[in-house]
């Protein structure tokens, strides 16, 4: 059984920082991908940030155009844990975020935390 336990997130007016913690236990594969995900109200979820590692790849980033140059991800892949360090918060940060982990040929493993909420107030 795969577990996503999330931390980190709160109350931060516009142009502060925040940190999003994700670490995963598990029966988990070598190569796998994770990465944030966040949800605003009324709208679909969306990626924000991932990494992609292991068997000897180098790591792969995506991040959303709308959070390059604000937020960084990181990740210790020895203990399988994602980090979302967000500066330079806008409004349309708001919204909760979910931690992902998902691995093999159709992402047919796919997990998700559950969720934490990040408030962005002017």
């Known amino acids: 059984q795969v577990q996503l336990v999330e931390s980190g997130g709160g109350l931060v007016q516009t142009g502060g920082s925040l940190g999003l913690s994700c670490a995963a236990s598990g029966n988990i594969a070598t190569a796998n991908t994770m990465g944030w995900y966040r949800q605003a109200p009324g709208k679909e979820r969306e990626l924000v940030a991932s990494?992609?590692?292991?068997?000897?790849?180098?790591?792969?980033?995506n991040t959303a155009d709308s959070v390059k140059g604000r937020f960084a991800i990181s990740r210790a892949s020895a203990k399988n844990s994602v980090y979302l360090r967000m500066n330079n918060l806008k409004l349309e940060d708001t919204g909760v975020y979910f931690c992902?982990?998902?691995?093999?040929?159709?992402?047919?493993?796919?997990?998700w935390g559950q969720g934490t909420q990040v408030t962005v107030s002017s």
């Open positions: 992902n982990l998902r691995w093999g040929p159709f992402n047919d493993n796919n997990y």
């Open positions: 990494i992609t590692s292991g068997n000897f790849r180098d790591e792969i980033r």
